[in-house]
C-alpha cells in the first residue's frame, strides 16, 4: 500500500483550518509562535486559544519581549486560561532561551524536552512544526485517530505507549510539521470522539477500526476512578472603603503563585472544623504586645493588654480590650496614609508574615466605617462595612456570615466545594486610642477594589467566589453547583 501519510497531507492541503498560529504555505515558520501556541493549546480548546494567542502576540511579539515582561504581567494576561502552571513555565522557559540560548529555540526533540513547561507532546509538536524534524506529536486527537485506525483495543491509559509507537510508523520524511498538524486536524474534525465522519476520511480505506465496525467504540478507556471531593472554607473580608482582603499562595504547588482569598486548607472526607476555620480566619488581634507595624516606614509598637481573642466565626465576637493611643502610620510606602476614623491603626496582616500591602496604586482610602463603602458592581452591598450598613455588632473581632449555597469547582485530581464567609474589617470599632491589628495566620494580605481584583490573575474557582458573593447580593439564595473549570 502507497505511503499512508499521502492521502492524509493531500486532504489537509485542502482541509486546513486558517488559524492565527499557522503559518501559510510558503511562509517561514516562527518558532516563537509554534512554541507559544502549543503551550497555550495544552488542555484548552483552540476556541478558548485564540484570543490569549493575538493578546499576547501583541504585546510581547518575541520570546525577547516576553522574557523581560515582568511573571506578575504574564500571569494577569494568562487569567482565565486555565492551569497557571504553564504561565509561570512559559516565562521561565522564554528567560532561560534568551539568558542561556541567545533567543534561540533548540531544535531537537530532546532538547527541547529540557526546557521548563515542554513534555514530549510540545517538544514533537515544535520539533516537527517548526524545525522539520521528524517527530510524532501524539495527543488525544491522534490517540483516537490511531485506535481507529489499526483498530487496537486495549484500554487507555495503558495503551498510550502503543498508540505513540503506531504514529511514529506514519511520520513521513518530508512535510513533518504538515503530517503533524493534519494528524491533529483529522482527530479534530473528522475522526472525532462521537460520529466519526469516515466517508469523508482520507484514511477510510486502510481504516481497521472501520472495517471490523469497532471504530465508533474506540478508543477504549479504563474504568475511571472517582476524583476525591475536597471541602474548603473562603473568607471574603472587605474593609470599610470596600476593598477586599487577598493573599498570594505559595509559589509552588497547585496555583502556585495565585491570588486568593484567605481561607481553609481544603481536606478531603470531611469538612474543615471550627478549630480549624478558626485559625484561618483573618482575625481582628487585639489584645498582648501587638508587633510593630512597619508599613511604608517605621511604626511604633502597640502596647495593648490581655490575650487576643480569636476571631469568632458566624457569631459575635469578643470585646476588645485595648488601651493606649495609636500613633500615625503611614500605609503603603508610596501610597498616602489612610485615614481610619480620625485615628491610623498599625495596621499588620500575617502575624510573622512580612508587612501588609495597603495602599499601594489604590487612592487613598478615607475609613472609618462611616465612610461610603465602594459601589462596585454587586459586590459592595454584600459585606463591605461601610454606607448605609448597620455596623455589626462587634467591637475588634469579625462578625462572619456564611453565604448560601457553595462554590463549586472541578481540578484534575479532585473536586472542591467551598463555604463562603463574608465578613467586615473595621478598626474604628475597636474604639478610640486603640490599635487594631488584622491578623490572617501565617501568610501576608493586603486589600484590593473590586476593581482592582477584575485586573488581576485570579484563578477560576477564586473568580467563582467573586461570583458567589455578587450573586449573593441583597439576597440569601447563593447559586449551588456553579460550572466546571480547570485550575
Ligand atoms: S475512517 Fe473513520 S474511524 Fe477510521 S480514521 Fe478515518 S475517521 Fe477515524
Redesign the pocket.
Known amino acids: 500500500m502507497s505511503d499512508p501519510a499521502e492521502p492524509l497531507l493531500a486532504w489537509y492541503d485542502v482541509h486546513r483550518r486558517r488559524l492565527p498560529w499557522r503559518a501559510e504555505p510558503g511562509e517561514a515558520v516562527d518558532p516563537y509562535r509554534v512554541w507559544l501556541s502549543e503551550v497555550m493549546l495544552q488542555q484548552t480548546t483552540v476556541v478558548a486559544v485564540v484570543p490569549y494567542y493575538r493578546m499576547f502576540l501583541a504585546r510581547w511579539p518575541t520570546v525577547t519581549a516576553l522574557a523581560a515582561a515582568p511573571l506578575e504581567e504574564v500571569l494577569a494576561a494568562w487569567a482565565g486560561l486555565g492551569y497557571y502552571a504553564r504561565a509561570r513555565n512559559l516565562h521561565r522557559c522564554a528567560r532561560l532561551i534568551v539568558d542561556d540560548r541567545g533567543g534561540r529555540f533548540p531544535d531537537t526533540e530532546a532538547a527541547l524536552r529540557e526546557l521548563p513547561g515542554i513534555g514530549a507532546y510540545t517538544a514533537a509538536a515544535v520539533a516537527a512544526i517548526a524545525f522539520e524534524q521528524p517527530a510524532a506529536a501524539v495527543d488525544g486527537n491522534v490517540e483516537?485517530?490511531m485506535a481507529?485506525?489499526f483498530a487496537v483495543t486495549d484500554p487507555l491509559p495503558g495503551a498510550k505507549p502503543r498508540l505513540a509507537a503506531l504514529a511514529r510508523t506514519l511520520v513521513p520524511e518530508r512535510r513533518c510539521g504538515d503530517f503533524v498538524q493534519a494528524m491533529i486536524e483529522?482527530g479534530a474534525t473528522?475522526?472525532t470522539p462521537t460520529r466519526?465522519?469516515?466517508l469523508g476520511?482520507?484514511?477510510?480505506p486502510r481504516?481497521a477500526?472501520?472495517r471490523l465496525g469497532l471504530?465508533?467504540g474506540l478508543p477504549r478507556r479504563s474504568e475511571r476512578r472517582q476524583r476525591p471531593h475536597r471541602q474548603g472554607v473562603v473568607f471574603w473580608l472587605t474593609d470599610p472603603a470596600g476593598r477586599v482582603l487577598v493573599r498570594r499562595r505559595p509559589p509552588r504547588g497547585l496555583l502556585g503563585g495565585m491570588l486568593e482569598f484567605p481561607g481553609t486548607e481544603w481536606i478531603e472526607g470531611a469538612a474543615p472544623d471550627a478549630d480549624a476555620i478558626a485559625l484561618a480566619a483573618p482575625a481582628a488581634k487585639i489584645g498582648g504586645p501587638a508587633p510593630a507595624a512597619k508599613i511604608g516606614g517605621p511604626a511604633p509598637a502597640a502596647k495593648i493588654g490581655g490575650p487576643a481573642p480569636a476571631a469568632e466565626i458566624g457569631g459575635p465576637a469578643p470585646a476588645a480590650k485595648i488601651g493606649g493611643p495609636a500613633p500615625a502610620v503611614k500605609i503603603g510606602g508610596s501610597a498616602p496614609a489612610a485615614k481610619i476614623g480620625g485615628l491610623a491603626p498599625a495596621a499588620k496582616i500575617g502575624g510573622l508574615a512580612p508587612a501588609a500591602k495597603i495602599g499601594g496604586p489604590a487612592p487613598a482610602a478615607e475609613i472609618g466605617g462611616f465612610a461610603p463603602a465602594a459601589e462596585i458592581g454587586g459586590l459592595a452591598s454584600v459585606a463591605s462595612c461601610g454606607g448605609s450598613a448597620p455596623a455589626p455588632a462587634v467591637a475588634g473581632g469579625i462578625a462572619w456570615r456564611l453565604l448560601p449555597g457553595q462554590v463549586r469547582h472541578v481540578f484534575t485530581h479532585f473536586t472542591l466545594a467551598l463555604e463562603v464567609r463574608v465578613g467586615c474589617w473595621r478598626p474604628a470599632d475597636v474604639g478610640r486610642g486603640s490599635v487594631p491589628v488584622l491578623a490572617l495566620e501565617g501568610e501576608a494580605g493586603w486589600w484590593l477594589t473590586v476593581d482592582e481584583l477584575g485586573r488581576e490573575a485570579l484563578p477560576s474557582v477564586m473568580r467563582k467566589v467573586v461570583t458567589h458573593v455578587a450573586e449573593s447580593s441583597g439576597a440569601d439564595g447563593g447559586r449551588r453547583g456553579q460550572g466546571e473549570g480547570g485550575a
Do not use: D, E, I
Not at 201 to 204: D, I, L, R, T, V
Open positions: 483516537r485517530v481507529r485506525l483529522l473528522v475522526c466519526p465522519a469516515c476520511c482520507p484514511w477510510h481504516c477500526g472501520v471504530a465508533a
